[in-house]
DNA sequence: CTGACGATC
DNA sequence: GATCGTCAG
């Protein structure tokens, strides 16, 4: 056996080795992986994960969100809605389930039962039909607010579906969403889950030739009105929840795109 | 699409 | 408690 011979038989050993114990890492540790968040950059796009006023951002595969322990509800959701995500399948309606991710415990969803508001997905099931998995996994406590009906099938709805034409014509959209939370809101349920007087939804879209921005505020009631009479500045946003969005973004061209109120880059169709 | 809720086992 | 069917915005 010549040196070439040898050398050459390392290699090939090298190679499969790292293949192997990649191969043994993807089996038996990605559940872990995924579970601690390490893999949220595949899933989501934790380059444009917010700040947290509450230090408690967990990741999901489908999405990551800030927890609020005071107010039993995520601050903010956020996450990812690619083109390739929407989907027409329709899976049945599993059962709200505690989030075990969340350390301080996250509502019960009984806290909801009878007490006249709806248990509204943050990130909406809708947006996750993509697999079963991503689809129930929306059905988290740690992932709902308490919404009055009459806005959460209304407006609320019409704006989720105004999100997946955009994240379809604009080859993807990033979404931050979620309820503005303060101290002395109205709150139900024996956890006394807060209720938010407004809930807001701020989207960026990086995926065409021009960044670019649109902030929603929307009044927790029921409205007829068209939805860019409830367009703001994201800096608007920041102001009310004191949440810094989309911080990794050029100084120059954040500052620029969150003082910004126009929506003329975004169709309305 | 977004949901609640009563009947049933 | 889990499932199924019905109903409503």
């Not at 990812?80 to 969803?109: C, M, Q």
């Not at 704006?159 to 309820?179: H, I, S």
């Amino acid at each position: 056996m010549n040196k070439k011979t040898i050398y050459t038989l390392i290699a090939i050993l090298i190679v499969f080795g790292i293949y192997g114990y990649e191969f043994f890492l993807k089996e038996e540790e990605k559940a872990e992986v995924v579970e601690a968040g390490k893999d949220v950059k595949n899933n989501t796009n934790e380059y444009f994960l917010p700040t947290s006023t509450t230090s408690q951002i967990t990741h999901h595969e489908g999405y990551s969100l800030s927890y609020s322990e005071p107010h039993e509800q995520a601050e903010w959701v956020a996450y990812e809605l690619k083109k390739s995500h929407l989907a027409k399948t329709n899976f049945k309606r599993p059962y709200f389930e505690i989030d075990k991710a969340i350390k301080t415990g996250a509502a019960h969803w009984r806290n909801y039962k009878k007490s006249g508001y709806d248990r509204g997905h943050l990130c909406p099931a809708g947006d996750r039909r993509y697999s079963q998995f991503a689809h129930d996994e929306t059905f988290l406590t740690s992932n709902i607010s308490p919404q009055r009906h009459d806005f959460n099938s209304g407006i609320w709805n019409a704006l989720e579906q105004k999100v997946r034409y955009w994240a379809g014509k604009y080859d993807g959209v990033f979404v931050v969403t979620g309820g503005v939370l303060k101290h002395g809101l109205k709150t139900i349920g024996e956890e006394n889950v807060a209720v938010p007087n407004e809930f807001y939804k701020v989207l960026i879209d990086t995926n065409t030739d021009k960044t670019k921005m649109i902030a929603f505020l929307l009044p927790h009631k029921k409205s007829n009105k068209p939805l860019y009479e409830f367009v703001v500045s994201v800096d608007t946003i920041e102001k009310l929840t004191g949440i810094d969005f989309f911080h990794e973004l050029d100084d120059a061209l954040e500052n620029k795109l969150e003082a910004s109120s126009s929506y003329k880059a975004w169709s309305f169709q």
